[in-house]
């Protein structure tokens, strides 16, 4: 992916495998949320291909989608910043990750037919079932904007779930967050892989990178320096390097 | 209590709007006489008259203070209900929606023509606002070109009846039709702009309008416009002036309320929401599985195909139209209109609409000084509830 004259991911070759939790680690500045911008379609690879193959389906090619045709093709992802609607109530951000699995349109709204009746119910059930696996109900009227930072967090997964993704992209999902909250998240992403859910994670939080993933990649400087499983990784010297500097009496 | 301090900055402040009002309400010109007349009372009356509202201001507001200190001391019950709690029961709300009903309806018998036109012009604002408020109060995209989908629909009805002879009736749909495409034609080349370039591109859009059709004579009949609009009928038959005056009341009432009916249905449904998410984060709502550009563009000819229906109902009523009606003022009033009302919030809106097109028409009382009022309120409702009339109220939802 290159900006100009800046080329920010180099030559960038990642897997994530059916029901896996993999992680991409890297100082930062190594270009992992630019890579997840590049996979969402919010950026356009310069070069390279992006191919999602869900389970029993056939391959598809990401490249050069929209955001909202990605998302359709099975995609979700959380921010790094959070971005909730702060001015729309818990329950209503969850309902807007429903949007591009359901069809009602202006002469459905405005006449109030059957369909688009029993949707909004269906909406508005789904979407409260997703709150309660997440730990939300009680805040399911308040302003998404009033929410304490790790609750925002949690409204954050419940909406990307909303979208039923293949593959969920969490981008530091555990920041700012205390032990007994990255504890919760810990067991909410093995139990959305359970589901069958495949889950790409970017995360600074070295304890629950090793405890959860199947896999770990490291970028540094736009190009990946490692891949392995957590064992490997831990050991290997590049990636120490990488996030502890030069050892000067080496 | 009043302290000395209070007294001097009072007493500042006294002085100050003396000094402000000095060119406008003490110096009077005769121009017949060449003479200029000096009113040095009414600078004594503002001086007095700002010199005791800061006190009272003050008064309240220690007494509010030294409340809330007893409250904390324990000293004194905290109420929580207020003065005003009144207004919330819902018999009374009831009462005011019964009361407001009857008014509304019986309006034509108590007043005269003049002011029911004045109540068809606030109405048509009311449409106007609501048709508005889905594009900038909703949706978020400013738009500051509102005036060219007014003037869209009334040259429809115009034109149509010139060379085709429709009547109302059959005008009214084609009206917001074509309001809805030019929304479409709007929409398209504004698609990635946000914030100031939106609102440059979609005034500019207002001008063109205009400039079109105050030039292009062949087409529009240019500047001196086209006349003998006429009414809407009732079944063929003949009106005098005053009764169709009140058909028309009747109708824009109906129509009012089949466009807070239509808004309402479309802000809380899927759409609208969508319409939210969009205000609120363009990219985290593309990150949901939202079509930006059809969500745009279905943003702007929905709020274009009021103001198009509106167009018709105002070439109706005035019978004669010319580009001169269609000037970007216009359009920054009903901009006006959403804000004070309260972006996306229909009820805030309507009282916004009213607010700001009936009381210049009331305030007539102050003669010279109307638009001073009028200024002044404006000013003293963006101090004091910057965020419009009545803020934003978002939708529960009854647990299944």
């Given at each position: 992916m290159d900006f100009g004259g800046i080329r920010a991911l180099?030559?960038?070759?990642?897997?994530?495998?059916?029901?896996?939790?993999?992680?991409?680690?890297?100082?930062?500045?190594?270009?992992?949320?630019?890579?997840?911008?590049?996979?969402?379609?919010?950026?356009?690879?310069?070069?390279?291909?992006?191919?999602?193959?869900?389970?029993?389906?056939?391959?598809?090619?990401?490249?050069?989608?929209?955001?909202n045709q990605i998302t359709e093709q099975g995609?979700?992802?959380?921010?790094?910043?959070?971005?909730?609607?702060?001015?729309?109530?818990?329950?209503?951000?969850?309902?807007?990750?429903?949007?591009?699995?359901?069809?009602?349109?202006?002469?459905?709204?405005?006449?109030?037919?059957?369909?688009?009746?029993?949707?909004?119910?269906?909406?508005?059930?789904?979407s409260r079932a997703l709150l309660e696996k997440l730990?939300?109900?009680?805040?399911?009227?308040?302003?998404?904007?009033?929410?304490?930072?790790?609750?925002?967090?949690?409204?954050?997964?419940?909406?990307?779930?909303?979208?039923?993704?293949?593959?969920l992209l969490l981008d530091e999902p555990a920041a700012g967050m205390n032990p007994q909250e990255t504890g919760e998240l810990n067991h909410l992403i093995l139990a959305l892989r359970e589901e069958?859910?495949?889950?790409?994670?970017?995360?600074?939080?070295?304890?629950?990178?090793?405890?959860?993933?199947?896999?770990?990649?490291?970028?540094?400087?736009?190009?990946?320096?490692?891949?392995?499983?957590?064992?490997?990784?831990?050991?290997?010297?590049?990636?120490?390097?990488?996030?502890?500097?030069?050892?000067?009496?080496? | 209590m009043i302290t000395l301090?209070?007294?001097?900055?009072?007493?500042?402040?006294?002085?100050?709007?003396?000094?402000?009002?000095?060119?406008?309400?003490?110096?009077?010109?005769?121009?017949?006489?060449k003479t200029v007349i000096w009113r040095w009372h009414t600078m004594l009356l503002v001086g007095v008259a700002s010199f005791g509202v800061y006190l009272l201001y003050r008064l309240v507001l220690t007494r509010r203070d030294v409340r809330q200190e007893r409250i904390r001391l324990g000293q004194e019950q905290e109420t929580t209900k207020s003065n005003l709690h009144f207004l919330k029961a819902p018999q009374f709300r009831q009462s005011l929606a019964g009361t407001g009903i009857l008014f509304v309806l019986v309006f034509p018998a108590l007043f005269s023509t003049y002011q029911i036109n004045i109540m068809i012009t606030a109405l048509m604002y009311v449409v106007l606002g609501l048709g508005l408020n889905?594009?900038?109060?909703?949706?978020?995209?400013l738009n500051l070109g509102y005036v060219a989908f007014?003037?869209?629909?009334?040259?429809?009805?115009?034109?149509?009846?010139?060379?085709?002879?429709?009547?109302?009736?059959?005008?009214?749909?084609?009206?917001?039709?074509?309001?809805?495409?030019?929304?479409?034609?709007?929409?398209?080349?504004?698609?990635r702009l946000r914030g100031d370039y939106l609102a440059i591109v979609t005034l500019g859009f207002g001008e063109i309008i205009r400039l079109v059709l105050e030039n292009w004579n062949e087409f529009s009949k240019g500047p001196s416009g086209i006349a003998d609009?006429?009414?809407?009928?009732?079944?063929?038959?003949?009106?005098?002036?005053?009764?169709?005056?009140?058909?028309?009341?009747?109708?824009?009432?109906?129509?009012?309320?089949?466009?807070?009916?239509?808004?309402?249905?479309?802000?809380?449904?899927?759409?609208?929401?969508?319409?939210?998410?969009?205000?609120?984060?363009?990219?985290?709502?593309?990150?949901?599985?939202?079509?930006?550009?059809?969500?745009?563009?279905?943003?702007?000819?929905?709020?274009?195909?009021?103001?198009?229906?509106?167009?018709?109902?105002?070439?109706?009523?005035?019978?004669?139209?010319?580009?001169?009606?269609?000037?970007?003022i216009e359009s920054a009033i009903i901009l006006c209109i959403v804000v004070l009302g309260g972006m996306g919030s229909i009820v805030g809106v309507i009282v916004g609409a009213l607010v700001l097109i009936l009381v210049p028409e009331y305030l007539r009382v102050f003669a010279d000084y109307r638009m001073l009022v009028f200024g002044a309120v404006l000013v003293v409702m963006m101090l004091l509830r910057p965020q419009g009339i009545v803020a934003n109220v978002r939708r529960t939802y009854l647990q299944p």
């Open positions: 180099d030559h960038l070759d990642l897997q994530v495998r059916h029901g896996e939790i993999v992680a991409l680690i890297g100082p930062n500045g190594a270009g992992k949320t630019t890579f997840f911008n590049c996979l969402t379609g919010i950026y356009p690879p310069t070069s390279g291909e992006l191919i999602l193959t869900p389970l029993g389906l056939p391959s598809r090619q990401l490249n050069g989608l929209k955001p995609l979700a992802r959380t921010f790094q910043n959070i971005r909730l609607f702060a001015n729309m109530t818990v329950l209503e951000n969850v309902m807007i990750g429903r949007h591009c699995r359901t069809r009602a349109e202006v002469f459905g709204a405005i006449l109030r037919t059957p369909q688009t009746v029993r949707e909004e119910r269906a909406i508005v059930e789904t730990g939300l109900t009680a805040l399911a009227d308040e302003f998404a904007g009033n929410l304490p930072y790790g609750a925002q967090r949690r409204l954050e997964i419940a909406r990307a779930l909303a979208t039923e993704p293949f593959l069958g859910l495949s889950i790409l994670l970017i995360e600074h939080d070295m304890q629950l990178v090793m405890s959860l993933s199947d896999h770990i990649f490291v970028m540094d400087y736009g190009r990946k320096i490692a891949e392995g499983r957590p064992e490997e990784i831990r050991n290997n010297p590049l990636v120490i390097e990488a996030y502890l500097g030069e050892d000067p009496h080496a | 301090k209070d007294i001097r900055k009072a007493i500042g402040i006294g002085l100050w709007f003396m000094f402000l009002t000095f060119p406008l309400l003490v110096i009077k010109v005769n121009p017949v006489e889905i594009v900038v109060g909703v949706a978020g995209l007014y003037a869209v629909g009334a040259y429809t009805y115009a034109l149509l009846h010139l060379h085709f002879g429709l009547g109302f009736w059959t005008v009214l749909p084609l009206g917001g039709l074509l309001g809805a495409v030019f929304g479409i034609l709007l929409g398209f080349p504004v698609l609009i006429p009414r809407p009928g009732f079944f063929g038959l003949d009106m005098s002036l005053e009764t169709a005056i009140i058909y028309l009341y009747y109708l824009m009432i109906g129509m009012v309320i089949f466009t807070i009916f239509v808004v309402n249905r479309l802000q809380n449904s899927r759409i609208g929401r969508a319409w939210f998410a969009l205000r609120e984060d363009e990219i985290a709502c593309q990150a949901m599985g939202i079509d930006k550009t059809r969500t745009k563009l279905t943003a702007f000819a929905l709020g274009a195909t009021w103001a198009g229906m509106a167009g018709v109902f105002f070439a109706a009523k005035t019978t004669f139209i010319n580009p001169a009606s269609f000037t970007f």
